[in-house]
């Protein structure tokens, strides 16, 4: 909400954090203005009063600025200390945000989104707002990509925790995040910083100008802001903590796959090997790989291999050959951001504003995935008749019962380029707006904004199919497609690849996304009457909003025809809403013994979707202050999320599961090497296999060659919208303001409590799996008729092809927990005449979090768990600790200050504790990681800013159940690093 007044102070219920170099890192803001400058003596001294001010978490302005919900306030000084180029990664350190999208998610095509996501609860359970309106939506699900917010427009970021949708409308369930733009002023600010690793790499640049200026008067007010960002990508081999991460079964030598209804002579295939002085039995169900030399090796346990073993790409891993694909990917992606925002107001008369708002983005986020491989779809086959075929395979062909079928082959394409991806977003929003005075103490706001997200997705150098097949079909290997053929027998050959080849084989993928979402709405607060207390205000909304999607596939990638991606298939939809929502407060008692302020509140909100119909949200609250120095606040809010579009109307859209390699992880529980099958339901486990299309004469000895496989999504129109209870309650403590050793002292404590039902989600892949097979129980009698078991898809070789997860309305997820915020400063003269050291601190400990997959399921207890393989909006999601807490302690005056930033998560045991009871992995010790910052001004117009964040250099840890051994969006993958910013105004 805007309203006329000078600059709000938050009361004591809203914790400022400003992990800045000027102020301290968690200042609790007093509730009287005048204890401000204290609070922040380098932010207000930068900040002249203006005529417009934004209040989170209300449609009403309490009295004395009062929030019942907890709220936490960012500040842009805050950002930038952090020393990151990007909000979420600057936001996820406080402990009531759980990492989703960010700089080491959104790989192999999937947008390389950033979302922030409050409690675990998924992004698209929270509410991303600009100045408290809502902002451009990224993708089919409604997700915000806070990429697309200019750095150099914020503020400060508020962040309320609960449900909101009374207030905000759908989507705030778990609370909501609004950043706040900068407010009018007059002159110029310019501001640049560059990051570097100590390695080198990991360089990150952002530079911005604002102008801000009067007109008319004074009665309009301008601010233009432009801004670039650029981010480097880290490949895994600049870490070699990945050199040995994501072994695959698909080699750059290629592999034989024998098929078991027509599988080679025994007897044959020990003569070819005896040629090469090989005694031990071999098991001619085994992939056969190709050396240099023409000779074949078993790719299982390695024999006869020739090649490399711990270069070149190549590891063996458990005595097996392998391709560790840790080291070929990009596990930070690059970045490039452009951005222009523009927003003017104008004094039509002195009861009527005129406003506006324009914001333009240029976003380019780039993925890489390494050397594409054999996956996915129809799968190429070679026939008999290939020129390039070594004379020891050919002879193993030609036992087979039928010697002249096409056979399977294995590989990894590293004679071509890397698989990558560029994500081009162009977003635009235009907003105007009337504001004014109706009658004393009544106002209205009425505004229109229409926003467009174009996303162009160009996938580099895929592999197509089609392509590949006829170069293998072809009787001289391709030759006369391009020059050279294709060799796909031996590392060698693979990497002999012409040029001319290299084209043929590949192409640039192109799809395109776009989004739109017109807004209009119209707001009047008034005063009613007053008890004594103050008057009781009310504040009445109408409004309309409509979201538009459409997704238009490359061909190929829509026919499944490119390699190790799956398909994706055109989508369209809209969905709109109309809504009307009323909020009041009615201030009961003041000035009185013990009860200085007694007041409750009230908000109800009836929205009427186009698909799923009305649904109603309300919540009710009430704060009560016994003295000056003690706050009591609480609330309850029932808060609704309808489906999105995509989770409506999506088609099957591929996308990855991370299943790891059995036995360590999960795997394929039809592998050989599984705990499944290797426990004491392995018969039972390997008979429902082969009931689901493994072949018996293969089960033995299955293995699935690869990590991860693929994994179906899918909408459904008959999804109920989701409903949550939330609780809140808490305390507010400032001392009395004066000196001494805690005169400037506050702490808050706020228990929160939200219960989600009917939740809208897939039933996660894994989870699929695990009930299939009864790893938890649920399947006893093993059938292949089970619910989770017909999710599951395998190819007439019995290798898992795919994992169907379609939306459905699920049982519940519950969290609750507590969030403490701590500050303390006391003055340090000794060291400068406005010097202060100060300590504060924000602490979350989590009591639990449970999920029910169906109505009526027992809960599965997700509480302190690391669930590494977890997608940005997957439920439960990457991280559950127990404990998180981020902590500051550092000395500031006027012209400098100096800080040490310490950033904590308890331990926490691996998801396999939930998933595979019985075979559990080694679990995340406790994380901590410190950083040192520091700033100096030089006169009233600069300012010299610098840091070493992760000064330790705290190395990654390992996470058992991610794919490449540990979580980049989680913890720190770039070590120490360093960071220099200046800035300026005039």
Avoid at 243 to 272: E, L, M, R, W
Avoid at 781 to 801: E, T
Wanted: hydrophobic residues 40%; proline residues 6%; aromatic residues 8%.
């Amino acid at each position: 909400m805007r309203l006329e007044g000078t600059r709000l102070v938050l009361s004591a219920s809203a914790l400022s954090v400003a992990v800045a170099l000027t102020t301290p890192a968690l200042a609790q803001a007093a509730p009287q203005a005048n204890a401000a400058p204290d609070t922040a003596p380098a932010a207000e001294a930068a900040q002249p009063d203006v005529k417009e001010i934004v209040v989170t978490g209300s449609l009403i302005q309490r009295p004395n600025n009062t929030a019942v919900s907890p709220i936490v306030s960012v500040s842009n000084e805050a950002i930038k200390a952090s020393g990151n180029v990007n909000l979420q990664d600057a936001l996820n350190q406080f402990p009531g945000f759980t990492p989703a999208g960010n700089s080491g998610t959104g790989g192999q095509g999937t947008g390389g989104r950033a979302s922030v996501n409050l409690h675990g609860l998924g992004p698209n359970r929270n509410l991303v707002l600009l100045d408290g309106k809502r902002l451009p939506l990224s993708d089919i699900s409604g997700t915000v990509d806070t990429n697309i917010i200019p750095e150099s427009i914020i503020g400060g970021v508020d962040v309320i925790t609960g449900g909101a949708s009374a207030v905000y409308g759908s989507d705030a369930m778990s609370g909501v995040v609004n950043f706040k733009t900068l407010r009018s002023f007059d002159g110029v600010k310019a501001d640049v910083q560059n990051s570097l690793s100590e390695k080198g790499d990991a360089y990150k640049f952002s530079g911005s100008i604002a102008f801000g200026s009067s007109f008319a008067q004074d009665r309009g007010h301008v601010i233009a802001a432009f801004s670039y960002t650029d981010q480097d990508p880290i490949n895994g081999k600049a870490r070699s903590f990945f050199s040995d991460k994501t072994p695959s079964s698909y080699i750059g030598t290629g592999t034989f796959v024998p098929n078991a209804t027509n599988a080679p002579n025994a007897a044959v295939v020990q003569s070819v090997f005896a040629g090469y002085g090989v005694t031990k039995t071999i098991n001619p169900l085994l992939n056969l790989g190709f050396n240099n030399d023409g000779s074949l090796f078993v790719q299982t346990g390695a024999v006869n291999y020739k090649g490399q073993t711990n270069s070149g790409g190549y590891a063996l891993v458990g005595g097996n050959v392998r391709m560790p694909v840790g080291q070929q990917v990009d596990f930070m992606n690059g970045l490039k951001r452009k951005t222009a925002f523009v927003k003017a107001d104008y004094d039509l008369t002195p009861n009527l504003t005129l406003y506006g708002q324009f914001l333009f983005v240029d976003l380019n986020v780039h993925t890489a995935s390494g050397n594409t491989l054999t996956q996915f779809g129809q799968l190429t086959t070679i026939p008999v008749t290939n020129p390039f075929i070594p004379q020891d395979l050919r002879t193993v062909l030609a036992s087979r019962p039928n010697p002249t079928a096409n056979f399977l082959w294995n590989g990894r394409y590293v004679g071509l380029p890397y698989k990558s991806w560029d994500e081009d977003y162009t977003v635009q929003q235009y907003m105007a707006g009337l504001k004014g005075n109706i009658a004393p103490g009544w106002t209205f706001d009425v505004y229109a904004s229409y926003d467009q997200s174009v996303h162009n997705q160009t996938m580099r150098n895929a592999v197509v199919k089609s392509r590949v097949q006829s170069l293998l079909s072809a009787a001289d290997g391709g030759n006369s497609l391009c020059q050279g053929g294709f060799n796909p027998f031996g590392d060698a050959n693979m990497r002999s690849v012409s040029a001319a080849c290299a084209a043929y084989m590949t192409k640039d993928a192109f799809s395109a996304e776009r989004l739109g979402q017109t807004q209009f709405q119209g707001q009047i607060n008034g005063k009613l009457f007053d008890l004594g207390a103050g008057p009781a205000q009310i504040a009445l909304v109408a409004g309309y909003r409509k979201n538009t999607y459409n997704y238009r596939p490359d061909s190929d990638l829509q026919a499944q025809n490119l390699e190790a991606v799956t398909a994706s298939q055109p989508a369209s939809g809209r969905i709109s809403v109309k809504e009307l929502a009323g909020q009041i407060d009615i201030p009961l008692v003041a000035d009185k013994p013990f009860i200085r302020e007694l007041g409750i509140g009230a908000a109800a909100r009836v929205s009427n979707y186009s698909v799923s119909g009305t649904v109603t949200s309300y919540e009710a609250d009430m704060r009560w202050r016994p003295t000056d120095t003690i706050m009591l606040r609480g609330g309850y809010q029932r808060a609704v999320r309808a489906p999105n579009i995509g989770e409506l109307f999506s088609p099957q859209q591929g996308t990855q599961l991370v299943i790891g390699t059995p036995p360590g992880s999960l795997g394929d529980p039809c592998d050989y090497r599984s705990t499944a099958r290797t426990g004491a339901n392995g018969a039972q486990v390997a008979a429902l296999c082969v009931a689901q299309g493994v072949p018996q004469a293969a089960i033995g000895s299955y293995s699935f060659p690869t990590t991860a496989t693929g994994q179906l999504v899918s909408g459904n129109i008959g999804l109920r919208p989701e409903h949550a209870d939330t609780f809140n309650a808490g305390m507010v403590f400032n001392a009395p303001r004066g000196g001494g050793l805690f005169g400037d002292f506050s702490f808050s404590v706020d228990y929160y409590n939200i219960s989600i039902k009917n939740v809208i989600s897939t039933v996660p892949g894994l989870t699929v799996l695990s009930k299939c097979y009864n790893l938890d129980g649920s399947n006893p009698g093993y059938a292949a008729s089970n619910p989770y078991c017909a999710l599951i898809q395998r190819d007439s070789n019995g290798q898992l092809v795919n994992v169907a997860t379609p939306y459905l309305n699920l049982g519940s997820l519950k969290t609750d927990g507590v969030e403490a915020q701590v500050n303390w400063a006391t003055p340090a003269p000794f060291l400068g005449r406005t010097g202060k050291i100060y300590a504060t601190t924000t602490v979350g400990w989590l009591h639990a979090y449970k999920v029910q997959l169906l109505p009526g399921a027992a809960e599965m207890n997700y509480t302190n768990i690391s669930n590494g393989a977890a997608n940005p909006s997957s439920v439960p999601p990457r991280a559950t600790p127990r404990w998180k807490a981020l902590t500051t302690l550092g000395y500031r005056s006027d012209n400098m200050g100096i800080g040490l930033r310490w950033r904590f998560q308890s331990a926490m045991q691996d998801v396999s504790s939930v998933l595979t009871p019985n075979n559990t992995q080694v679990g995340i010790a406790a994380y901590n990681l410190y950083d040192l910052f520091g700033n100096v001004k030089v006169g009233k117009m600069f300012e010299l800013r610098a840091g070493i964040n992760n000064l330790l250099n705290a190395k990654l840890p390992y996470v058992a159940s991610s794919q490449n051994g540990t979580d980049v969006a989680l913890y720190d993958p770039i070590g120490r690093s360093f960071y220099i910013g200046a800035r300026v105004s005039f």
